[in-house]
């Protein structure tokens, strides 16, 4: 089973998503999600076929070459391409950033996702890339299983960190409470 697919299980409703505006494009998707890479690759090459400047069919299609043939050369050319096709759309990024997760450069892949995120915060590939980050970096505790609910929390807890802006609102809460519990202790 496709990893995509046993992660979008988990999301109830996500099969009425839409993720294009183009129903041909949307079709493409939704057979790319449902783990049918064959037909999901011909027909972003029906659609590239048709417009060759389409960055968010060039983008389904890196994904799919990546997914399928684990070609993450040829898959990081075409998401490359479509970004610079699509400078101010988030499909490419997410094509790049899921490339680069396939292809065991997690923070790349991460660095991309979070690109994708700030331009489409909303967009369902996004989160997708965000659920197969998270299944493929190690556990917080390495000896414990990733389902281990010590790694759950941590887990998130690491999660929740990684923003900068969470991060400076933790350590302002933290620095609170050392502060009120000084004086308590005073």
Sequence with gaps: MSDIRHLMEFRKGFENTGFADIPSLNMAY??????????????F?????????????????AICVAEDG??????????????RLG???????IALGYVNLRGGRLEDGYRYLMKAK???????????????????????ISDLSRLHPVNRVLGSTRGYLESPTNRAFALAALTGTLVIAGSLLV
Excluded: Q
Aim: aromatic share 8%; net charge positive; proline share 5%.
């Design 30 to 43: 939704k057979h790319l999600y449902a783990g049918d890479h064959e037909e999901a690759e011909r027909r």
């Design 45 to 61: 090459r029906e659609i590239i076929r048709i417009d060759p400047l389409d960055f968010d069919a060039l983008a389904g299609l």
């Design 70 to 83: 684990g070609r993450f050369l040829t898959a990081e050319k075409l998401a490359r391409k479509a970004v």
């Design 87 to 93: 400078k101010k759309n988030a499909a490419g990024y």
């Design 118 to 140: 700030h331009l489409a915060p909303k967009d369902p590939r996004v989160r997708t890339g965000f659920a197969i980050y998270d299944c493929e970096r190690s556990p917080v």
